[in-house]
């Protein structure tokens, strides 16, 4: 159901003997290359997606192709049903299915986003203004700059959004965007050909590729789909491990150990810093170090998926472990895996012995950390205002931005934003860069409210590309 019009009586026309099979075949097509691709059965994609996801995905993008298709003999399931059951549906549900029976999906631009009432679609195929989508459930998953696949349709004065949305990222949209324009280039000439004999009008560049931009989009909805899929199970099945250089999974691990009576704090300080391991840092912290001349990473898991490690070092190329912060009567370690945890317990029972109690452990995993607002681990209690954070936050956003604006960048062709803005074709990288920036500071909302709400506006003047931003 898209706009409040339902497609259930269309759903259930869809099982009648005449057009079983032919959906079967969309369907399929929509499905098996992905299948292939991917080494899995059609029912371990359902599983890995979600039956929910996988109905509306998938499934739906089939549906909705199938509505356009006309066979060889003329007939055309919506025809066919408004023809025979029509008269059972509202006007505007009628205009609905009469909107998706000519539809076309395209790669779409989201911006200027209401929660629950609407969104602004740029088409990225066929080009021209941005159009106001009158929308409420998509407004809550998507985000500013956001890149979707469907199918628009105008349902009297209004313009909708069609059911099934495919949310692709920069990418995945760009290798969408030039499978698109390969077919619509072959299709062209093929046109140019074709019409050639009838005149100059029926010739005309513009007409032709008005058309075939449209025939192009159709023929492709099956291959938007299986892309789609193929990337979303990958990514699933196969997103990266984070490791540290142990080779161990990242885990925020923090040991609380508590002071014993007998135990003052000149005695935790001298009993740390009789241990070489330990490098004192201030009169409250301490890094966990190794001692190793060198830290290799350990060979990659077995398994499919690949793998990114995380370190750092100290100034003298030493590698950290973790980090000890003495308080009034605590002593806490925070390191980043399970395996380290054991290590700094065992090394710190020794250490200790008859200063500390048994510590209280607390774990969190990083879709934890990531999924939570608060920052337990923070050495700081500032008795902050939300105001004043999103503040902080803010300005230290803005400084950071402000140095990229002279630093080179890979996706500006190792040029700076500020270089790059001299040229016309530089001016749209420099578009596209920045709503890369906008995109992913949207998405972090779950890790850090402040930075979704950043203003970027000043960098889009500041690079004079403030006219691309739409």
């Known amino acids: 159901m898209a706009g409040g019009h339902s497609l259930e009586g269309l759903i259930k026309w869809l099982h009648r003997e005449e057009w079983r099979n032919r959906f079967a075949e969309t369907f399929d097509a929509h499905l098996l290359p992905a299948c292939a691709q991917i080494g899995l059965e059609a029912n371990e994609v359902v599983t890995t997606l979600g039956e929910d996801w996988f109905t509306r995905t998938v499934w739906g993008s089939a549906f909705e192709d199938f509505l356009t298709r006309e066979f060889d003999d003329g007939t055309n399931i919506v025809d066919d049903y408004l023809k025979r059951r029509g008269w059972k549906e509202s006007p505007s549900t009628r205009a609905y299915m009469g909107a998706l029976r000519s539809s076309a999906p395209s790669v779409y631009e989201v911006s200027d986003i209401v929660r629950d009432?609407?969104?602004?679609?740029?088409?990225?195929?066929?080009?021209?203004?941005?159009?106001?989508?009158?929308?409420?459930?998509?407004?809550?998953?998507?985000?500013?700059?956001?890149?979707?696949?469907?199918?628009?349709?105008?349902?009297?004065?209004?313009?909708h959004i069609s059911g099934a949305i495919l949310q692709f990222d920069y990418e995945s949209s760009e290798q969408i965007l030039q499978l698109l324009r390969n077919i619509t280039k072959s299709v062209y000439k093929r046109s140019r050909k074709l019409?050639?004999?009838?005149?100059?009008?029926a010739n005309d560049p513009a007409i032709i590729d008005a058309m075939n931009q449209r025939a192009a989009l159709r023929a492709a909805?099956?291959?938007?789909?299986?892309?789609?899929?193929?990337?979303?199970?990958?990514n699933k099945l196969n997103s990266p491990e984070l490791q540290n250089v142990e080779g161990e999974e990242i885990m925020f691990c923090s040991l609380h150990?508590?002071?014993?009576?007998?135990?003052?704090?000149?005695?935790?300080?001298?009993a740390l810093n009789r241990c070489p391991e330990f490098r004192q840092e201030s009169p409250t912290f301490w890094n966990w170090r190794s001692l190793k001349k060198s830290a290799k990473a350990v060979p990659k898991s077995k398994n499919s998926k690949s793998t990114r490690t995380f370190f750092s070092k100290l100034d003298d190329g030493s590698l950290v472990l973790g980090g000890l912060e003495l308080k009034r009567r605590s002593l806490i370690l925070s390191v980043n895996s399970q395996g380290r945890a054991d290590r700094g317990r065992s090394l710190l029972s020794q250490l200790l012995h008859g200063l500390v109690g048994s510590p209280l452990v607390e774990i969190q995993t990083l879709d934890q950390v990531m999924n939570s607002d608060k920052n337990p681990s923070s050495p700081f209690e500032l008795n902050l205002t939300e105001d004043e954070r999103r503040a902080i936050v803010h300005e230290s956003l803005d400084r950071h931005y402000r140095e990229m604006?002279?630093?080179?960048?890979?996706?500006?062709?190792?040029?700076?934003?500020?270089?790059?803005?001299?040229?016309a074709k530089g001016r749209?990288?420099?578009?596209?860069?920045?709503?890369?920036?906008?995109?992913?500071?949207?998405?972090?909302?779950?890790?850090?409210?402040?930075?979704?709400?950043?203003?970027?506006?000043?960098?889009?003047?500041?690079?004079?590309?403030?006219?691309l931003r739409r």
Not at 195 to 201: D, E, K, L, R, V
Not at 221 to 234: C, E, H, K, Q, R
Not at 257 to 270: E, F, G, H, M, T
């Open 405 to 423: 604006l002279d630093q080179p960048a890979e996706i500006l062709g190792n040029k700076s934003p500020r270089a790059a803005a001299k040229t």
């Open 221 to 234: 909805a099956p291959m938007i789909t299986v892309g789609w899929l193929i990337n979303t199970v990958d």
């Open 257 to 270: 150990y508590p002071l014993l009576a007998k135990a003052n704090l000149n005695d935790i300080r001298s």
């Open 195 to 201: 019409c050639a004999p009838f005149g100059s009008n």
């Open 117 to 159: 009432k609407s969104f602004k679609a740029r088409d990225l195929v066929q080009g021209g203004e941005p159009s106001l989508i009158i929308e409420q459930s998509a407004t809550r998953s998507l985000n500013q700059w956001d890149r979707i696949v469907t199918r628009v349709v105008q349902i009297g004065s209004q313009t």
């Open 428 to 467: 749209l990288k420099v578009a596209d860069w920045l709503k890369l920036i906008e995109n992913h500071s949207a998405k972090s909302v779950g890790a850090n409210n402040a930075m979704a709400t950043h203003d970027f506006g000043w960098l889009w003047d500041e690079l004079g590309v403030k006219d």
